[in-house]
């Protein structure tokens, strides 16, 4: 079943791809550098997309391994890859069922990509899995309102952004963050309580 979904919704993220870029300015650049300003040793950036973030990283920074599991974003993210002062690899992986050893990246990085995972909970348990434990991951990530009304309007959307272009827009993204063994060390509110930078520690005696 969870093929299944994930399969539908590789190919809305397919079909929108060229058009990406200007949907993800959403996200602000100032929220980017932020975000991975002290980024460095072995990087793992989960839905890579069309590579958006692929500017924002430090020059210094050893190399990024980029995955996504929309081949049409991919496509995009492969000229902006070219064109980055560091190594970039790109592969086509879906973040549920990740190929890479355990404990095998310093940093693994993830921007509104867990609103489109078909099951959050398992992706997040892969990043744990993959982060060394003494590793960071950081995310950028837009959830459900805190605030009543706005969190019902974004239950009633929801339907059709699933439909339209893939994303949930009212994931309780904190709480399956907790289920999946994570330790949060840092939660900023960046508009309100739908978008937030968060830094979290893997925690590896979590089952």
């Not at 590789?10 to 929220?31: A, Q, T, V």
């Not at 549920?96 to 992706?123: E, K, N």
């Not at 959830?143 to 009543?148: I, L, T």
């Amino acid at each position: 079943m969870n093929e299944n979904r994930t399969d539908i919704i590789r190919k809305r993220y397919d079909r929108i791809s060229g058009i990406f870029d200007l949907m993800d300015r959403m996200i602000k650049k100032e929220w980017r550098t932020e975000l991975l300003n002290g980024v460095d040793g072995e990087v793992l950036e989960v839905g890579v997309g069309t590579g958006a973030n692929l500017s924002y990283y430090p020059a210094h920074t050893a190399g990024v391994t980029g995955i996504d599991f929309s081949p049409g974003m991919l496509r995009y993210a492969k000229p902006k890859a070219i064109r980055a002062p560091f190594p970039v690899t790109l592969l086509e992986m879906d973040a549920q069922h990740m190929t890479f050893p355990d404990d095998s990246f310093d940093y693994v990085i993830a921007t509104c990509v867990f609103c489109s995972v078909p099951d959050p909970v398992a992706g997040l348990l892969e990043i744990r899995r993959v982060c060394k434990p003494g590793g960071k991951v950081l995310l950028l990530e837009h959830m459900r309102s805190e605030q009543p009304f706005a969190g019902l309007l974004m239950d009633v959307l929801n339907p059709i952004t699933v439909r339209l272009w893939g994303a949930n827009i009212n994931r309780r993204t904190l709480q399956n963050i907790e289920k999946a063994g994570f330790i949060i060390e840092e939660n900023v509110s960046l508009m309100g309580s739908i978008m937030r930078r968060l830094v979290l520690k893997p925690n590896k005696r979590a089952n």
